[in-house]
């Protein structure tokens, strides 16, 4: 608990002494304010229009002013206070249209940053310490930043990949549409398997161990539902263990690779829209869809579940068990580490595992809290679980289970497999999962559909680009806030605005998938870069703003040929 009082700094401004820990502390500087505020203010030189600024602290707000003076209505500003005396001082007088003030607690700060920052903006952020907050507050600054830190690889992770596959991407879901009538909905599963254990198998390091034990006690396995990657189904079945679901998300052609001698399977196989083409196509068994993008595309489908997304087959895994009802759910083989100085189980290496990168490893906790070493993506495979744990706790009574020896997993305390495989709690037999196939999608409607679409706006982008052209042309002076709103240069202009949108916005859109947010973000990047002082004068420019959407809508052009072509 700390003692607030509000004082005087040498220079005149108003500043917050508190007392934490028994030292007394001035959250800005008692000697000169002015600095502290002056250098805020020199942290924001080059804030783009569309800048997300962090600000940790906020002490007796005298910085305000400035701060607004150097901002635009289209930024917007997060103001992190750990002091929650002092956030209720200021909670009902800061709050404005593009200002917010947030008591530091670290799960409300991580679901902020998740729900703000995205694939668009994460190379748009401005961070700043205000005063003493750093070394007043340093826990939970370096908190903070650790969280935005992850955030930023989750958003940069994810257009990286974007550009990567977006060929295979769209490629898959073309053929997965064709595949989704002969299969049955996760819906149909949903409570299942009601407080049956499952058992995920991943193939990290311990695998090799966890399989021995799994096979010792082999009779005792049909209590569990066991699901398994399209990397470990081998693995299980060539140790005469038959998993109970297999599931697959991966778009790359080694997915397919790695189940080639087991497409006559029976055991159901579960697969979402991008999903490799190959691999569904001539997997034999049922199947069963996991709606991610065609629950947000076809009406008829806008009740249909989706999976947590974690980065890792492992996280699909888990959620599927749960929205199965399983209880507890047993994690096997989820190492999230070089457990004994391994990458991947023996029983489940490829040939691609051959380039794995052992540079740049960190050190984090085992299950005996011993130092282990990993990588940054498998220490975020870990980190996205305990996000997936803690974020389901509030609605599920569900409890996690930690047989592997590798990284510690909040939430998932670890045990021996044994001991679970010889518990006398799991005794209820495992339902299999009877097929349901009750979607009725008329693929080439929704292909036609989307050709159309691309056709529509490939037409609409070459008329934009006629009009912008047309318009700057003119060099027409008179800014966009003092034309009339009857001229016809203004008509015309809003019309491509109009356009913009209705691409955007549209439902359709999000077929385009990977294409359309690495269109996005480029288009971003290349010619929407104004500043924060720049943004009245150029945002009432006729010809700055002319000639960006020129660029926007040559570039779409580009971007929607790319797309038809792969028809």
Do not use: W
């Not at 989820?334 to 189980?345: E, K, L, M, R, W």
């Not at 052209?469 to 002076?477: G, Q, R, V």
């Amino acid at each position: 608990m700390c003692n607030v009082e509000r004082c005087k700094s040498k220079d005149g401004y108003s500043v917050y002494k508190i007392e934490k820990e028994d030292k007394q502390y001035y959250l800005g500087d008692n000697n000169n304010y002015k600095k502290n505020i002056d250098d805020l203010i020199i942290n924001m030189d080059g804030v783009l229009f569309d800048s997300i600024i962090f600000i940790f602290g906020i002490d007796t707000a005298e910085y305000i002013d400035d701060l607004k003076s150097n901002i635009c209505n289209y930024n917007k500003v997060i103001i992190i206070e750990p002091n929650e005396e002092i956030y209720g001082v200021h909670e009902a007088n800061i709050a404005k249209a593009n200002i917010s003030l947030l008591l530091y607690e670290e799960e409300i700060i991580e679901g902020v940053l998740n729900f703000i920052v995205n694939y668009k903006n994460f190379n748009r952020l401005h961070v700043h310490c205000f005063g003493n907050y750093e070394e007043v507050y340093k826990e939970e600054y370096n908190k903070f930043i650790e969280l935005l830190d992850r955030r930023y690889e989750v958003a940069s992770s994810s257009i990286s990949l974007d550009n990567k596959f977006k060929k295979i991407f769209f490629e898959n879901m073309v053929s997965n549409l064709y595949q989704i009538n002969s299969s049955s909905p996760l819906n149909s599963y949903i409570g299942c398997n009601k407080n049956i254990p499952a058992i995920i198998v991943s193939a990290g390091p311990s695998l090799d161990k966890n399989i021995k034990t799994m096979l010792e006690y082999k009779d005792n396995l049909k209590n569990f539902f066991i699901i398994a990657g399209n990397r470990t189904m081998g693995t299980l079945i060539r140790n005469g263990i038959s998993p109970n679901l297999i599931i697959s998300i991966d778009p790359a052609p080694i997915n397919h690779e790695m189940m080639k001698d087991y497409l006559n399977s029976s055991v159901p196989f579960a697969f979402y829209e991008y999903s490799n083409k190959d691999l569904v196509n001539e997997y034999k068994g049922e199947k069963i869809y996991i709606s991610q993008l065609f629950s947000k595309t076809i009406e008829d489908f806008s009740n249909l579940s989706g999976t947590y997304s974690g980065g890792s087959v492992a996280h699909t895994c888990i959620d599927t068990a749960r929205i199965m009802g399983c209880n507890p759910i047993i994690l096997v083989g989820q190492d999230c580490a070089f457990t004994y100085g391994n990458h991947h189980s023996k029983n489940a290496t490829f040939n691609i595992d051959r380039n794995v990168d052992n540079r740049n490893l960190i050190s984090i906790k085992d299950v005996y809290q011993n130092e282990i070493k990993t990588t940054k993506t498998l220490d975020f495979f870990r980190i996205k679980i305990e996000e997936y744990i803690r974020l389901i706790q509030d609605d599920d009574e569900v409890k996690f289970i930690n047989v592997s020896y590798g990284a510690d997993i909040e939430g998932a305390p670890h045990k021996e497999l044994e001991e679970v495989l010889k518990s006398s709690d799991y005794k209820k037999s495992v339902e299999i999962l009877i097929p349901d196939k009750n979607i009725k999608l008329e693929a080439n409607k929704i292909i036609d559909l989307i050709y159309k679409h691309i056709n529509t706006f490939i037409e609409k982008s070459e008329e934009c680009i006629n009009i912008c052209n047309e318009l700057l042309a003119k060099n027409i002076k008179e800014s966009l806030m003092d034309i009339d709103e009857n001229d016809e240069n203004l008509q015309k202009f809003l019309y491509v605005m109009e356009v913009i949108d209705d691409f955007e916005f549209s439902q359709t859109s999000y077929y385009l998938g990977s294409y359309l947010t690495k269109f996005l973000f480029d288009i971003r990047q290349k010619y929407f870069e104004m500043e924060a002082k720049d943004y009245e004068t150029l945002s009432s420019n006729f010809n700055y703003q002319s000639e960006t959407f020129l660029n926007y809508f040559q570039e779409l052009n580009i971007t929607l040929k790319e797309l038809k072509d792969l028809f």
